[in-house]
């Protein structure tokens, strides 16, 4: 009974882990824009229904499959849904988005409320649009590594084994590499000083020549194109319809509250927390009270920790 339940914690945990990676990479892209832009955008999680959509497109319509088949082709019909939507995002600001934010709201608090607005009804644009173009049934990514695992063990004589699934495995290692990336270029590129730049003093940025706008665009548009990717990387493991970003945009806040708000690599950890609690929460409680158990463990930490696990980061920012 005691390796019964040591395998099933131990099983339930790596699939927490594999899933957090994914959600941990939605949360950054949303901590992204917030961090950088200080814009609430409730599209995002429709955002990356489109992502789940180009993905799906990519691999079935365009030509992915036949090139790298149906084992490698889902991942790179992923990964290429992220250029996408950097250039769907990077429009959204010029036309839409930059019209409430940056230079044009100077007063603190000012345009906040058009912010919400707006982006609400960009978030309900997009899933009329996306129910009239893509219908309401729903459609996956189909790989064949979803139905097959590598054994991790046995662990404990010969009682506890851990089976990873691959298609899991592989999403959660693209998820690592585009944050790995993200964080390079953040930290060491001009274009990351840019963008840091314009969220510390977007006053001082300008003063010293950069143009703070066009870094706002390019942090939106890099928003949009990393949430594209993590529901591109979904898309292999979770059907989906036009109305899937409603139960993914709440785990998006709440990774990027909990990781800490400002703060561009802790949402990585909130969603890789959000994704353990979720999965974990399957050995005590049914399926439909797996959010209730998130929120539980939200509120705890967040009662404990009022900034976040990088809340002191998230205040330097």
Same mark, same amino acid.
């Given at each position: ?129 996306? !129910?009239? +173009?893509?219908? *309401? #049934?729903?459609?996956? =990514?189909?790989?064949? $590594? ?5 054994? %991790? &063990? ?15 495995? !592989?999403? +959660?290692?693209? *998820? #690592?590499?585009?944050? =790995?990336?993200?964080? $390079? ?5 001009? %274009? &990351? ?37 993590? &529901? ?37 950890? &909130? ?47």
């Amino acid at each position: 009974m005691t390796a019964q339940m040591a395998e099933n914690f131990l099983q339930a945990a790596a699939a927490g882990l594999l899933v957090g990676a994914i959600y941990g990479l939605m949360c950054v892209g949303l901590a992204l824009i917030f961090g950088v832009m200080r814009v609430i955008n409730f599209a995002q999680g429709d955002i990356m229904m489109l992502g789940m959509y180009a993905a799906y497109f990519f691999f079935a319509a365009f030509g992915v499959r036949a090139v790298f088949g149906s084992m490698l082709g889902p991942y790179i019909a992923a990964v290429l849904a992220g250029p996408v939507l950097f250039c769907a995002g990077y429009v959204i600001h010029k036309l839409l988005v930059g019209r409430v934010s940056g230079t044009r709201a100077q007063v603190e608090g000012d345009g906040h409320f058009a912010q919400l607005i707006l982006t609400l009804g960009i978030s309900l644009i997009i899933q009329s649009a996306g !129910l009239i +173009a893509f219908g *309401s #049934i729903l459609v996956s =990514v189909r790989t064949p $590594l979803s139905v097959s695992a590598w054994e %991790l &063990g046995p662990l404990w004589g010969d009682l506890v084994s851990v089976f990873v699934n691959k298609a899991r495995a !592989l999403a +959660a290692l693209i *998820s #690592i590499g585009t944050i =790995v990336v993200l964080a $390079l270029m953040i930290g060491r590129s001009r %274009l &990351g000083k840019s963008l840091r730049a314009a969220a510390d003093n977007p006053e001082a940025a300008t003063y010293m020549g950069i143009d703070v706008d066009q870094a706002h665009r390019i942090a939106f548009a890099l928003g949009c194109g990393i949430t594209a990717i993590a &529901g591109g990387l979904l898309a292999t493991n979770y059907p989906f319809n036009p109305f899937v970003g409603l139960d993914y945009v709440i785990i998006m806040y709440a990774g990027v509250v909990l990781g800490g708000l400002g703060s561009i690599i802790g949402p990585f950890w &909130g969603g890789m927390t959000i994704g353990l609690v979720q999965q974990l929460s399957t050995l005590m409680l049914p399926t439909q009270l797996q959010n209730t158990a998130i929120f539980v463990v939200f509120l705890l930490i967040i009662f404990l920790m009022p900034q976040g696990f990088f809340g002191r980061s998230a205040e330097r920012t």
